[in-house]
């Protein structure tokens, strides 16, 4: 693999910090846009000290014009980035939060865009979501139409951030990675993510350690609205970071891959492994024609982990060829989310 200059957003985060780690591994030269330059310092020195040369830290913010960086960077950097990843993003699904989203996922991508333009970069890879499907239940790896229905405005952020991205194809070559719900090391279970699967985790245990204090606690069921024959579309960190550091070399312009699991665990298989992660063996799910039935400590529950409940209720199907096309021939091996994998990464929450 050639060796290449490759601008970064967004990768001091949860899947970001891994993928820096893969991209000196191949001996890429790296400059990373942080907001925060003690935590980006405290990835460096997580990694081999022969390798942190690769390594170039600049404080900027995505939400504003030239993501925030002076015309002497700027200067410097022109005509020396090949590849642009944009990884930076909000994902939270609270609707009060719709002008934040906006302004981080939809203005930052057009930010980006614009810095990549000024680089001279060659390439654009935008990494986006696997929900840009909204509420339909069949994803596929083409571009969804503008107004497509969603469930709430991160997904807008994204689906119109995706429409933004093409519209720059004249001026770069742009490929879109869209993951799913990312989650642990499918190896280890290691994850460090305060949202998305542990999120709702972390809800739940909140929920358990507040009804232990009650006496009725051991004799009470606590019924969790959702769809036992539904479907959560967990991939492990390490796949998808092994994903986005192969397409460096591989990904074509103009395509969208999809970074998904083909055979997803039921939210019934997932849930019985929370809880024995928590040890909170009097919890169940039950349909939405129960919700008139629940209790009031139930009712708090679901209110708790409300944000989560498109995901709760659904079963897509997504294709990825174009993904499995991509990592043909490579060490990377398609997702096969077995139980013991799930198991490792639901008790890696305890390590999060």
């Keep these: 693999m050639a060796t290449i200059n490759i601008f970064l957003t967004g990768s001091t985060g949860f899947l970001g910090g891994r993928l820096i780690k893969n991209l000196v591994n191949q001996h890429h030269h790296l400059y990373v846009l942080v907001r925060d330059l003690e935590k980006a310092n405290k990835i460096k020195s997580s990694i081999e000290e022969s390798k942190q040369k690769q390594i170039h830290f600049i404080k900027g913010d995505i ?150 204090r009650k006496s009725e606690y051991e004799k009470t069921v606590y019924h969790l609205i959702g769809n036992k024959e539904g479907t959560s579309n967990l991939v492990p960190v390490d796949y998808v970071c092994d994903i986005l550091t192969v397409a460096v070399e591989k990904a074509q312009k103009n395509r969208i891959y999809a970074i998904v699991n083909t055979n997803p665990p039921t939210n019934f298989a997932i849930l019985e492994r929370i809880k024995e992660a928590l040890k909170f063996d009097n919890l169940a799910i039950v349909g939405k024609k129960s919700i008139a039935l629940l209790s009031k400590e139930e009712t708090t529950l679901n209110t708790m982990i409300k944000v989560f409940d498109p995901y709760l209720d659904r079963k897509i199907i997504f294709e990825d060829s174009n993904t499995r096309e991509l990592i043909a021939d490579t060490n990377v091996e398609y997702l096969n989310m077995d139980n013991h994998m799930l198991n490792t990464i639901i008790q890696g929450y305890r390590f999060s």
């Design 63 to 212: 939400t504003k014009a030239d993501c925030g960086l002076s015309e002497d960077i700027i200067n410097e950097l022109k005509d020396h980035v090949d590849l642009f990843y944009h990884l930076a993003a909000l994902v939270k699904f609270d609707f009060e939060l719709e002008k934040e989203l906006h302004e981080i996922n939809y203005k930052g991508t057009k930010h980006a865009l614009d810095l990549a333009v000024t680089f001279h970069s060659k390439k654009f890879y935008y990494v986006s979501t696997a929900y840009t499907v909204g509420k339909m239940n069949h994803g596929v790896e083409e571009l969804y139409p503008i107004d497509t229905p969603n469930n709430n405005p991160y997904e807008d952020s994204k689906i119109k951030s995706e429409h933004l991205v093409f519209s720059y194809q004249e001026k770069l070559e742009i490929s879109i990675f869209r993951p799913s719900i990312i989650v642990g090391d499918s190896k280890t279970g290691q994850a460090d993510s305060n949202f998305t699967l542990y999120g709702f985790i972390r809800g739940l245990e909140v929920f358990k350690k507040r009804m232990e």
